[in-house]
């Protein structure tokens, strides 16, 4: 398991590479590691990813990003991998070996960051498995696909609001 890092501007100058936070980043990466929700709006390239990947590596035990677009949790975890993030997915994009190899890293406590999608995140079968580790942080990436205005609006994101009953005091941010 990835060691945790004691603090946000560590994290963001050892694996990111950068001084100091942007905007309003460090105010929302804090409120998530006091353990409230958030709910953040930046615009595009702003570092919204930033908000919980760097509280992922300050928590111990493991963050979930739900995210709607397999192609960027895969190019998200990636990114990370090559930073030195202890980051996977599981999606139907990926072999059975590579989901199993996925599962047993997160058995194992390997993982910081899990993504996945919001129809796998609902399963009873994945929550099951979730509730055999430390879950420290719970995201909803692009959150604008929880809109029921949308036509592209999947169901599943309905069910979301269980996660705050399942893992009681763990932070979310959207």
């Known amino acids: 398991m990835q060691r945790p890092f004691s603090d946000p501007t560590q994290a963001l100058e050892t694996v990111w590479g950068y001084k100091s936070f942007r905007g309003q980043q460090e105010e929302v990466i804090r409120t998530v590691l006091q353990g409230r929700d958030a709910l953040v709006l930046f615009p595009t390239g702003k570092g919204k990813s930033l908000c919980f990947q760097i509280p992922a590596l300050c928590l111990d035990g493991l963050s979930i990003v739900v995210s709607p677009l397999v192609a960027l949790m895969h190019d998200q975890v990636e990114d990370l991998k090559a930073l030195g993030v202890a ?26 960051l899990l993504y ?37 609006f999947r169901k599943d994101y309905l069910a979301l609001g269980t996660l705050k009953t399942l893992f009681p005091g763990v932070p979310r941010i959207a």
């Open 116 to 152: 996945v999608t919001p129809e796998r995140i609902v399963l009873p079968s994945f929550q099951n498995m979730l509730g055999r580790t430390t879950v420290s942080l719970i995201c909803v990436d692009e959150c604008h696909c929880v809109s029921t205005w949308g036509n592209n």
């Open 87 to 112: 980051a996977a997915c599981l999606s139907s994009a990926q072999s059975d070996e590579q989901n199993a190899e996925v599962r047993r890293r997160l058995h194992a406590g390997e993982l910081k």
